[in-house]
Nanobody, 124 residues
Framework: QVQLVESGGGLVQAGGSLRLSCAASGRTFGSYAAGWFRQAPGKEREFVATISRSGGSTYYADSVKGRFTISRDNTKTTVYLQMNSLKPEDTAVYYC?????????????????WGQGTQVTVSS
């Protein structure tokens, strides 16, 4: 069982930066790949970024590639999402998730555990 708690969301102007954190309970967090998804009002939840168990492999949605960076610290059981050059279209609730896979995955169905989400709002 893994419990995930996101933090770091907020209101920022376009072009600004935010760093999201996802704190995981359980000493087995290093056995899970992790990912970030987001959901804007009236839209489906979409994949943002994922990272492998070891942290050695990452993968991003085209819409955030070059602007967002996912990382993890398995000793602190935390996953991060550094978001730079934010745009109004990045506004959404951001969710952290954990998957029982070695490699990261963009497939929503692969994730077994989810956080409660943190709101990110980017003003123009």
């Amino acid at each position: 069982q893994v419990q995930l708690v996101e933090s770091g969301g907020g209101l920022v102007q376009a072009g600004g930066s935010l760093r999201l954190s996802c704190a995981a309970s359980g000493r087995t967090f290093g056995s899970y790949a992790a990912g970030w998804f987001r959901q804007a009002p009236g839209k489906e939840r979409e994949f943002v970024a994922t990272i492998s168990r070891s942290g050695g492999s990452t993968y991003y949605a085209d819409s955030v590639k070059g602007r967002f960076t996912i990382s993890r610290d398995n000793t602190k059981t935390t996953v991060y999402l550094q978001m730079n050059s934010l745009k109004p279209e990045d506004t959404a609730v951001y969710y952290c998730a954990a998957a029982r896979t070695y490699s990261g995955t963009s497939n929503y169905a692969d994730y077994h555990y989810w956080g409660q989400g943190t709101q990110v709002t980017v003003s123009s």
